[in-house]
Nanobody
Framework: EVQLVESGGGLVQPGGSLRLSCAAS????????MSWVRQAPGKGLEWVST????????HYTDSVKGRFTVSTDNAKNTVYLQMNDLRPDDTAVYYC?????WGQGTLVTVSS
């Protein structure tokens, strides 16, 4: 079965850190581009980051550059999003995406 399963969300204080994980199955992970997309409450989808597993390149939206890092573990078919110095406006449901495949999302809440 082709699927993406996210984990690692939660409640964190401003300035804190979280690491999201996305486990992939059912497709060739090592040749795929893996993205993180978020949706803040009441807003539309916002692309956050992409790791091109084939070209080993990383891309980030401007608002997270220097704070978020995307990486993969091909042995585990897993993509990670390390999020540091979190801000209240990072609060969102974070989705893992590869082409037409979407995970179920994991909620990140940044609040004191």
């Amino acid at each position: 079965e082709v699927q993406l399963v996210e984990s690692g969300g939660g409640l964190v204080q401003p300035g804190g850190s979280l690491r999201l994980s996305c486990a992939a199955s059912g497709f060739t992970f090592s040749n795929s581009a893996m993205s993180w997309v978020r949706q803040a409450p009441g807003k539309g989808l916002e692309w956050v980051s992409t790791y091109n597993n084939y070209k080993t390149t990383r891309h980030y939206t401007d608002s997270v550059k220097g704070r978020f890092t995307v990486s993969t573990d091909n042995a585990k078919n897993t993509v990670y999003l390390q999020m540091n110095d979190l801000r209240p406006d990072d609060t969102a449901v974070y989705y893992c995406n590869s082409g037409r495949i979407w995970g179920q999302g994991t909620l990140v809440t940044v609040s004191s």
